[in-house]
């Protein structure tokens, strides 16, 4: 995969930015139209690689299914003779995709293996499968007990409707619950134990659902959703705030700043909109106009020294390199989750940022930035870790480190494809190498 050489010769950035559509909104969207019987028809999809991935999985899969009907109908002819129901399906990297597509395939009478990248095989996903099988799935594992890849055997017979899941490991285990519990005969309540995490990716599934004629009841740590049926209407994908962090972070470390990002509303489904009121401690205004917000940088002395990312993780990245670069001696809290995510982000951090000298120092439940003995170097390799995320983040230097290296420049596609681009159009120099 080719490395990219990052550079920029002034500290201005001005212009218009069109950011690709939600990552997260999208794979929902992909999984209600796929559970609503045609009735779900998805808007616009992201071209996000994780939501092109769970887009051409879902397609296939329901050719395959009308194909193997029409074989049973005797209208044509099996395309082997030994054709087996059985399916590999490889996820690559994408989190969002493997645990909503587990609930999917649970609940379907498809024979299918789910399996994803090495990383993927690390991730965990034991807390789904249990309520998956508590509910009445057939789910084993092929390799390590609670990881992909996972074999589901079809075959769903619901046992419950009730059923207990942890809160604060991952958020997408309950989305995934919540996705298919309309389809569920009995319906589903879920009692959430111990604190949830990211509580708004929640209730953006919620939210959705509920666009898409999925009524909820929320009441204190318990979710209802009976079984009943989807309305016929569409699912409009949103611009992805995560991705707008990045020019956020730009703005915060440029000298002068004036961005246009299209599409991003003031009220939107997704929790990383926070990053509006996290960058205002960083002298960024907002300001929702022409079909748009507009980002405007003012000097403004640093005050905020807390952060607490439990509600925002893929945020963390962003806001810790900014202050990491500001020399802004911040803690942050609700970092628990990030090393179970495309890497060890806390690891990667670390790692990354000792290049320049910053330390981000684990005590206990609490991080804190170290920036005494921060310098500036010359030039900066920064290794990704298979992580989009570790790319994009660190990017922003670009501004203050006159050259940057990025290891796989690609990496950043499984959310935001056009980023490098992106860059470029903003006046970054972007070279592609090896
Ligand atoms: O539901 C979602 O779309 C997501 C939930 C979050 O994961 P966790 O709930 O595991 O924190 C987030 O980090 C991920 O990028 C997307
Ligand atoms: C954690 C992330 O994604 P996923 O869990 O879907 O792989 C992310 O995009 O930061």
Redesign the pocket.
Known sequence: MPNIILNKSNKQVKGTVNLTGSK?EC?RALIIEALSDGKVHVDNVSDAADAVLLAGILRKTQESRVKNQEVLAGEVEPLTTHHSPLTTVDIGPA??AMRFLTAYYAIQDDEVILTGSKRMKERPIGILVDALRELGAHIDYKENDGYPPIKLKGDFEQLTGKINIKGDI???YI?ALLLIAARLPQGLELHIEGEL??RP?VEMTLAMLQTAGIQHVWTDNVIAIANQEFATTSLYIEPDWSAASYWYAIAALADEAELFLTGLTAYSLQGDSVITEIMANFGITSQFKDGGVHLLKEAKPLSRKIFDMKEC??LAQTVIVVCAALGHEATFTGLE?LKI?ETDRILALQTELAKMGVKLIEKGQVYKLDCSEKFIPESMFINTYHDHRMAMAFAPLALIIPQLEFENGPVVEKSYPAFWTDLEKQGFTVQSIG
Do not use: F, V
Request: aromatic share 6%; charged share 15%; proline share 7%.
């Open positions: 997260s794979n989190g969002t991952s958020s997408q989305t995490t990211s990716y993780p893929d989750t995510k």
